[in-house]
């Protein structure tokens, strides 16, 4: 292994997110309609979706088996804890709590709410698929 400094970061970012979901159509479609972004690929005999809003790219991958699918446990199982996303403004992130919180099989964990002492705003919901989400606006 090379001398690296830890001050130089040997990454560059993200490339994507992968998640596995319960429903796969289910949570594209929350993506793509209730989120607003765009497919830009599918792996029909994985099955697999990949999604972006021009940002960041989301791979959604089905579940194989459901009869032995355990549904997400931030508290237990190593991975991922939730999947946060920004908004560009406070009325953005009201706007879209209303319309998750209207969205079939989306559970509201907590609405709009200050993160901590704030500025930031955050809500957090698990999606269709039953991946955890939280989104946030921070005037910062």
Not at 17 to 33: D, E, P, Q, R
Not at 53 to 77: A, E, I, M
Request: with cysteine; charged share 20%.
């Amino acid at each position: 292994m090379g001398d690296v400094s830890p001050t130089v970061s040997i990454t560059t970012g993200v490339n994507h997110i992968g998640l596995t979901v319960i429903n796969l159509s289910a949570s594209l479609a929350f993506f793509t309609n209730c989120l607003g972004w765009r497919l830009f690929g599918e792996k029909p005999d994985y099955p697999a979706a990949f999604v972006t809003d021009c940002h960041l790219k989301v791979t959604l991958w089905q579940v194989r088996d459901q009869s032995h699918c355990q549904g997400f446990n931030r508290h237990q199982n190593v991975g991922l804890h939730h999947l946060a996303l920004k908004v560009r403004t406070l009325e953005d992130l009201h706007l879209l709590s209303d319309k998750t919180r209207e969205w079939p099989n989306v559970s509201t964990e907590f609405g709009p709410e200050p993160s901590g002492a704030g500025p930031k705003i955050h809500f957090m919901i698990y999606e269709p698929g039953g991946c955890r989400m939280e989104f946030s606006w921070d005037p910062r």
